[in-house]
């Protein structure tokens, strides 16, 4: 099984000119996905506005969508088996798309949790599919892709975030702004998933199970996805409303805070695979999280948005790589990597249920800067705990090929 319980067939080997095509189909999903989330955290402010909602009421709204992922993620491996890899992901693709336009039609917050919920299953459940079929084709290539395919969703965020930028700029409505990008994102995503892996499970072979309890390896690796999902939560959804309201700027600029966190997050992952094969996994997490931790100081002590824009890109630089190396840690942490990364996304998603609420809850009862206080203590947990990512490398017998890369200095 691949991993989140995504079936594959070992016993019908592709021909690499089909490999490369896979990865870079896999890739454009990726891009596909992050543009999705990019075009909605612009609009979060306009959605605030429409909505009439108090900050802490906001906090509340965007904890649906982690509760909606980390409910369905489970489904993913069974409509997988049911279907086969590609399918389930091109019908589980379209559905995170077109859910794009939700939030923006929700009038005010008893309709926005429901509809959040729903954007947030959908997100889920393809985002299983998706780098389930990602450590697939990095096992059968044989090298890392993982970093540059989260570098590409990091990509497709970028794109969406200046899309977004754009036209919250023009002062566009983002019902329509929303509903044009859903409907080009879903023929992108279409045309994209004609290239994966087409993996299927044997007939003999039994569904995922609905639910299952992660492995202590998975537990400890998560808790470092923990961190950096919550930082990363906390630059994507709280950015422009932070500029906005504590520095008083326009909506365009506003919107251009989370443009600038989304690039260094791309720059950062596309680079990664080479920068941890130069300097290991420990130390690139290590010294991510002290970059983190100072865009943080950076962003509660600005003054100036120019100071707290270059606080959330080195917020963005210093997380960018934490995630994928926590799927390939949990991977190679044990005899049974679906469940590992099963587990590693389970907490990963539970952080991102928890970071919005969480920045929204302390900044009603304090400010957004204290708020964001938080978010650096976590970042310092990174340098604290970056040791659990040296997981030695599973062997060839009966499992992945090994990464290359010094995954195991400190």
């Keep these: 099984m691949a991993g989140n319980g995504i079936p594959?067939?070992?016993?019908?080997?592709?021909?690499?000119?089909?490999?490369?095509?896979?990865?870079?189909?896999?890739?454009?999903?990726?891009?596909?996905?992050?543009?999705?989330?990019?075009?909605?955290?612009?609009?979060?402010?306009?959605?605030?506005?429409?909505?009439?909602?108090?900050?802490?009421?906001?906090?509340?709204?965007?904890?649906?969508?982690?509760?909606?992922?980390?409910?369905?993620?489970?489904?993913a491996g069974r409509i997988s088996h049911r279907f086969g890899a590609r399918t389930a992901l091109r019908g589980l693709l379209a559905l995170w798309t077109l859910s794009l336009v939700l939030p923006a039609l929700s009038p005010g917050l008893y309709a926005l949790c429901p509809a959040l919920l729903m954007y947030g299953a959908a997100s889920g459940m393809s985002d299983v599919a998706m780098n389930a079929l990602g450590v697939e084709t990095e096992d059968r290539l044989g090298k890392p892709i993982m970093s540059g395919l989260h570098g590409m969703w990091s990509a497709g965020a970028l794109l969406g975030s200046a899309a977004g930028t754009v036209a919250a700029h023009a002062g566009w409505d983002a019902r329509l702004h929303l509903a044009g990008a859903a409907l080009v994102l879903t023929l992108l995503g279409a045309l994209a998933c004609r290239g994966v892996?087409?993996?299927?499970?044997?007939?003999?072979?039994?569904?995922?199970?609905?639910?299952?309890?992660?492995?202590?390896?998975?537990?400890?690796?998560?808790?470092?996805?923990?961190?950096?999902?919550?930082?990363?939560?906390?630059?994507?959804?709280?950015?422009?409303?932070?500029?906005?309201?504590?520095?008083?700027t326009d909506a365009g600029l506003a919107a251009a805070s989370t443009?600038?966190?989304?690039?260094?997050?791309?720059?950062?992952?596309?680079?990664?695979?080479?920068?941890?094969?130069?300097?290991?996994?420990?130390?690139?997490?290590?010294?991510?999280?002290?970059?983190?931790?100072?865009?943080?100081?950076?962003i509660v002590a600005a003054r100036h948005p120019a100071m707290a824009m270059g606080g959330f890109g080195l917020m963005g630089l210093g997380i960018a790589v934490v995630v994928p190396?926590?799927?390939?840690?949990?991977?190679?942490?044990?005899?049974?990597?679906?469940?590992?990364?099963?587990?590693?996304?389970?907490?990963?998603y539970t952080s991102?249920?928890?970071?919005?609420?969480?920045?929204?809850?302390?900044?009603?009862?304090?400010?957004?800067?204290?708020?964001?206080?938080?978010v650096t203590t976590l970042a310092c947990g990174l340098v604290a705990g970056a040791r659990v990512l040296r997981v030695p490398s599973r062997t060839a017998s009966g499992s992945a090929p090994a990464v290359t890369g010094d995954l195991e200095r400190s």
């Design 8 to 75: 594959d067939d070992l016993t019908a080997p592709i021909p690499h000119p089909g490999l490369r095509r896979a990865r870079w189909s896999v890739a454009v999903v990726f891009l596909i996905h992050g543009s999705v989330t990019g075009n909605f955290a612009t609009r979060i402010p306009w959605i605030q506005d429409h909505t009439a909602l108090s900050p802490g009421q906001l906090g509340l709204a965007l904890a649906f969508p982690a509760i909606g992922a980390s409910l369905a993620m489970p489904l």
């Design 197 to 248: 892996l087409d993996l299927r499970s044997a007939p003999e072979e039994h569904p995922p199970p609905r639910f299952a309890l992660p492995p202590r390896s998975a537990l400890v690796i998560g808790a470092i996805g923990f961190c950096a999902v919550f930082a990363e939560g906390a630059g994507l959804d709280w950015s422009a409303v932070y500029l906005r309201d504590e520095l008083g």
């Design 259 to 298: 443009t600038a966190f989304a690039c260094t997050m791309t720059v950062a992952r596309l680079a990664g695979d080479k920068v941890v094969a130069r300097f290991g996994a420990v130390r690139t997490v290590r010294a991510g999280g002290v970059l983190a931790a100072a865009g943080g100081l950076l």
């Design 325 to 348: 190396l926590a799927f390939a840690a949990a991977g190679r942490s044990g005899p049974a990597p679906s469940q590992a990364i099963a587990g590693v996304a389970t907490i990963t």
């Design 352 to 374: 991102g249920l928890i970071a919005p609420s969480a920045i929204g809850g302390l900044a009603q009862a304090t400010s957004l800067p204290v708020s964001f206080m938080l």
